[in-house]
């Protein structure tokens, strides 16, 4: 079955970049995502990329899809306070629309 | 305001105890899935619905039903819990039409099973 993998723990200071790197295994994936969850709240999409694309960027957030090495990565520009979260990747079965999730990775943002 | 609402948010049972969960959506949305999220597991689905009276099990069903009588609700049921369902529960909604299809997520289910 998919597989999403994500590293759990991230610490970077305020102003500098943060990537979060993710791997999946199914190639048929056609949509890729990365969402955000705050403490205590629900899952919020932060943004996505179809998968003939390479690159996407939106203001802050860069996302690179490595088809061949099936590698997600999410890049935070000049991470603030307010980006701690977990952030996981999910990539969608086309046929069931269940979203696979990675484990999340948990950004700590130090001042 | 568009929105997943799930109730109750937080709710602590004994095992054996049948409980549901109740998940609503505004948005007249097709699609509607339960996910549980464990540490170290991520988010994985329970059981979905692609519209009214159409449902089917995700990856994890055992111990769980469900009903779509009504498009905006899509109810979780335990009809026995046991303390391996101590989780925290998410009810999500899509369109099916478009393309990438966002995924709107719940606030959550808190559930602790004694």
């Known amino acids: 079955g998919e597989d999403v993998e994500q590293s759990l723990f991230l610490s970077v200071r305020e102003g500098d970049s943060s990537v979060i790197n993710c791997t999946y295994t199914?190639?048929?994936?056609?949509?890729l995502y990365w969402y955000k969850q705050e403490p205590g709240a629900g899952l919020q999409l932060l943004t996505y990329i179809f998968s003939n694309m390479d690159m996407k960027q939106d203001q802050r957030l860069t996302v690179l899809l490595n088809k061949k090495d099936k590698h997600l990565s999410l890049r935070i520009a000049d991470t603030q306070t307010g980006d701690s979260a977990i952030y996981f990747c999910a990539e969608r079965d086309t046929g069931r629309r269940a979203l696979t999730f990675g484990s999340g990775t948990r950004l700590q943002v130090q001042p | 305001e568009a929105q997943v609402t799930q109730n109750p948010r937080y709710l602590i049972t004994v095992t054996g105890k049948k409980l549901t969960v109740t998940c609503s959506q505004n948005?007249?949305?097709?699609?509607m899935s339960w996910y549980r999220q464990d540490p170290g597991l991520g988010l994985r689905q329970i059981y979905y619905s692609m519209n009214v009276e159409v449902t089917d099990k995700g990856d994890v069903p055992e111990g769980y039903k469900v009903s779509r009588k009504e498009k905006r609700n899509f109810p979780l049921i335990l009809e026995s819990p046991s303390p391996n369902q101590t989780s925290l529960y998410f009810c999500a909604s899509s369109t099916t039409s478009g393309s990438y299809n966002e995924q709107f997520f719940g606030p959550g289910t808190r559930l602790t099973v004694l």
């Open positions: 199914d190639s048929s994936s056609t949509y």
């Open positions: 948005m007249n949305h097709e699609y």
